[in-house]
T-cell receptor, first 114, second 112 residues
Framework: AAGVIQSPRHLIKEKRETATLKCYPI?????VYWYQQGPGQDPQFLIS???????DKGSIPDRFSAQQFSDYHSELNMSSLELGDSALYFC?????????????FGPGTRLTVT | KQEVTQIPAALSVPEGENLVLNCSFT??????LQWFRQDPGKGLTSLLL?????REQTSGRLNASLDKSSGRSTLYIAASQPGDSATYLC???????????FGTGTRLQVFP
């Protein structure tokens, strides 16, 4: 079965640079979620989108922005990167009204800021 | 504010044992609860989801229960195998939010 696709899988950036992470949800899924998992920590919710509209917002820094496009893929844009942004970034997807909104996670993008 | 804790933090057992992993949450008004498996440096694999009106769900050797009144969920793993070695995370979702709140996980090692 098709899973959530994230690209790139690994990304190395320097401080103050920008990064763009991409997420392609499972086919027919209409909701996308972004999470950040720091080293040795549990995942923290950043933001979610349903039908291209922001659905919920968590602890996402103002330096980050995200959107969902007409084909339901989503991008997380990160600017003025800081060392503390180094983490594993997960995208998850679900389909409204299906399976009690079970969230299916992608493999993650490992971002390293030097 | 919902808080999720997991006990034990780590567990090491011989192959074949039946295991119980515990998850506690402070806000009983949850919408659903998911159990995940995470291998080191890898993504999260959804194992089971229990909706608020259910008491348990089963998938193969896995059984998860939910007791909202006591704020607890347990993941039962039958006949453990070395391939079960991973970190197991529970995560709760409340009404009117998309956010999953994760516990800190139980790191499981099953040795032959």
């Amino acid at each position: 079965a098709a899973g959530v696709i994230q690209s790139p899988r690994h990304l190395i950036k320097e401080k103050r640079e920008t990064a763009t992470l991409k997420c392609y949800p499972i086919p027919r899924h209409d909701t996308v979620y972004w999470y950040q998992q720091g080293p040795g920590q549990d995942p923290q919710f950043l933001i979610s989108f349903y039908e291209k509209m922001q659905s919920d917002k968590g602890s996402i820094p103002d330096r980050f922005s995200a959107q969902q496009f007409s084909d339901y893929h989503s991008e997380l844009n990160m600017s003025s990167l800081e060392l503390g942004d180094s983490a594993l970034y997960f995208c998850a997807s679900s389909r409204m009204g299906q399976g009690w909104y079970e969230q299916y996670f992608g493999p993650g993008t490992r971002l390293t800021v030097t | 504010k919902q808080e999720v804790t997991q006990i034990p933090a780590a567990l090491s057992v011989p192959e074949g044992e039946n295991l119980v992993l515990n998850c506690s949450f402070t806000d009983s008004a949850i919408y659903n609860l998911q159990w995940f498996r995470q291998d080191p440096g890898k993504g999260l694999t959804s194992l089971l989801l229990i909706q608020s009106s259910q008491r348990e769900q089963t998938s193969g050797r896995l059984n998860a229960s939910l007791d909202k009144s006591s704020g607890r969920s347990t993941l039962y793993i039958a006949a453990s195998q070395p391939g079960d070695s991973a970190t197991y995370l529970c995560a709760s979702r409340s009404y009117n939010t998309d956010k999953l709140i994760f516990g800190t996980g139980t790191r499981l090692q099953v040795f032959p």
